[in-house]
Nanobody
Framework: QVQLVESGGGLVQPGGSLRLSCTASGTIFVIKVMGWYRQAPGKQRELVAAITSGGITNYADSVKGRFTISGDNAKNTVYLQMNSLKSEDTAVYYC?????????????WGQGTQVTVSS
């Protein structure tokens, strides 16, 4: 079992910054990738950024140059630093971790944290 707890969402003006945190607990030694997804009203959930256990990162084109994903292995925590926020970044942001078994199966999701970019 893996549990993910997110924090850091909120209301910010366009051009502002927020940092999201996701702390994992449980059987975490099998996790190879952690990422952030987001879902805006009426839209499908989409990948924002991901980081592997080796530190390789991947970003959606829409956030490249503005968002940075990083990890702190000692704290079992992944961060998403979001700068130059735009109204279109408004969404519920979810943390994801996978796999959950040594057979590379399963994934876990956090409860989601709301990010609202508005003046």
């Amino acid at each position: 079992q893996v549990q993910l707890v997110e924090s850091g969402g909120g209301l910010v003006q366009p051009g502002g910054s927020l940092r999201l945190s996701c702390t994992a607990s449980g059987t975490i030694f099998v996790i190879k990738v952690m990422g952030w997804y987001r879902q805006a009203p009426g839209k499908q959930r989409e990948l924002v950024a991901a980081i592997t256990s080796g530190g390789i990162t991947n970003y959606a084109d829409s956030v490249k140059g503005r968002f940075t994903i990083s990890g702190d292995n000692a704290k079992n925590t992944v961060y998403l630093q979001m700068n130059s926020l735009k109204s279109e970044d408004t969404a519920v942001y979810y943390c994801n971790a996978r796999p959950l078994t040594i057979h590379n199966t399963g994934e876990a999701w956090g409860q989601g944290t709301q990010v609202t970019v508005s003046s």
